[in-house]
């Protein structure tokens, strides 16, 4: 059975995910394909012509017989579509091809789904069969096509503005650093749980973590900088204004003093002419 768990780790609701996975056979042998809940064969079945439960497809040739199934129980999701080419399934290289599409997947939603092969049936001694042909019998070959860019962790950040204009910022991501997030949720040195496994998701947890720590000091000091800066953008505009303050006193000082000369100067030139006229009367008199 192969299990599938698409998680949208964007940050963002309404998200498309599509899934094409491809089911061909993996050795030079031909299987009659069949179906007996009715599924169309040489074409493209949907919607109801896709069973609920239960098996999708027959396989049988001289050495196998065996059954393909999609799980729809619970969390896990019929495909949307099954596509296949003839009857004939394996050596002339058809394949069959299900797709899993969904237009609004929200933030955190999981689309879970898994595919099958069941009621196997051998014709032939396995051990026999196993020693003359060292090949696998079929094999899963899956495809992931998504319009959701870094589909595997998109962590969600904090933007802080750094900047006087708009986009001068510095996004902080927020990692996943629990024991979900770093891998470590089933591990151990005792059964059920593989110690190899255990080691090598203990390794790349700490590797993470690493990695994240220095992501973190590398913003660290990108904020140190960028404090620094303006700290000396404040103190270089608090001089400015001083001295564009100061300037201006100045010359608002000169127009006063002016325009104070000006006004002294036509009171002493009115009163000269007030003063001509009598002394003519006095020369009269």
Same mark, same amino acid.
């Given at each position: ?17 599509? $899934? ?5 056979? &993996? ?19 949907? &919607?109801?012509? $896709? ?41 002339? &290289? ?13 933030? &955190? ?14 014709? =032939? ?32 950040? *904090? ?8 986009? =001068?910022?510095?996004? $902080?991501?927020?990692?996943? *650093? ?18 190899? =496994? ?31 800066? *303006? ?32 006004? =002294? ?21």
């Amino acid at each position: 059975m192969a299990e599938f768990k698409i998680r949208n780790n964007s940050g963002l609701d309404h998200k498309s995910i599509n $899934i094409s996975t491809t089911f061909s056979a &993996g050795h030079s042998v031909l299987y009659t394909l069949s179906s007996s809940n009715g599924v169309p064969i040489g074409g493209t079945a949907s &919607g109801a012509q $896709i069973p609920n439960s239960g098996t999708a497809f027959e396989m049988s040739n001289s050495l196998v017989d065996f059954n393909l199934s999609f799980l729809n129980d619970g969390a896990n999701t019929k495909p949307s579509s099954l596509t296949t080419t003839d009857t004939r399934f394996g050596v002339n &290289g058809s394949v069959i091809t299900s797709t899993w599409e969904n237009n609004d997947i929200s933030a &955190g939603e999981v689309l879970e789904f898994k595919i099958s092969l069941n009621d196997f049936n051998f014709k =032939q001694d396995i051990y026999l069969f196993t020693e003359l042909n060292t090949e696998q019998i079929d094999s899963i070959n899956e495809t992931i096509t998504t319009d959701i860019k870094d589909i595997d962790y998109i962590p969600p950040n *904090v933007s802080i503005q750094t900047g006087s204009n708009e986009n =001068q910022s510095v996004k $902080i991501p927020l990692f996943k *650093v629990d024991a979900d997030g770093l891998g470590l949720t089933n591990v151990g040195l005792l059964p059920p749980a593989i110690p190899e =496994q255990s080691i090598a998701a203990a390794d790349n947890a700490m590797n993470k973590v690493t990695n994240y720590r220095g992501i973190y000091g590398a913003l660290q000091n990108r904020m140190e900088h960028t404090l620094t800066n *303006v700290g000396n953008s404040f103190e270089n505009l608090t001089s400015s204004e001083s001295r564009i303050r100061d300037a201006d006193m100045a010359i608002e000082m000169m127009k006063f003093t002016q325009k104070n000369i000006l006004s =002294q100067a036509a009171q002493a030139m009115l009163a000269q002419a007030n003063a001509q006229p009598q002394e003519i009367l006095q020369l009269l008199k």
